[in-house]
């Protein structure tokens, strides 16, 4: 699956009211960890087709970045009916990311 990018106007129907678990990406084009830690992002998008993968960019969505209290970037989310219940920041190996998923 193609990875979603996540906005407030979105969040709700792509995350909250997602049949599948979300795997967040919180980013930005500034950020070189980010940078580094987006195609292994882009490429887990591709492989698990029963989850769904988002990324949210902090500078055009502070209010998503407050609201799940984002004090660094790049922090990855997994959400599981609606709900946060992994999560992760830096840059993170392929394995420690589907770790999150489980």
Do not use: H, Y
């Not at 500034?30 to 830690?37: A, E, Q, S």
């Not at 887990?44 to 989850?51: F, P």
């Not at 055009?60 to 609201?67: G, I, K, N, S």
Request: glycine share 6%; net charge negative.
């Amino acid at each position: 699956m193609p990875v979603i990018t996540i906005t407030s106007k979105n969040f709700e129907s792509e995350v909250l009211n997602s049949e599948k678990p979300v795997l967040l990406d919180f980013w930005a084009a500034w950020c070189g960890p980010c940078r580094m830690l987006s195609p292994v992002v882009d490429e887990i998008a591709e492989e698990r087709t029963d989850i769904k993968v988002g990324k949210v960019n902090v500078d055009e969505e502070e209010e998503l970045a407050m609201r799940f209290g984002i004090m660094s970037i790049p922090t990855l989310i997994v959400f599981k009916d609606g709900k946060p219940v992994n999560q992760t920041m830096g840059v993170q190996p392929k394995a420690a990311i589907l770790g999150l998923l489980d």
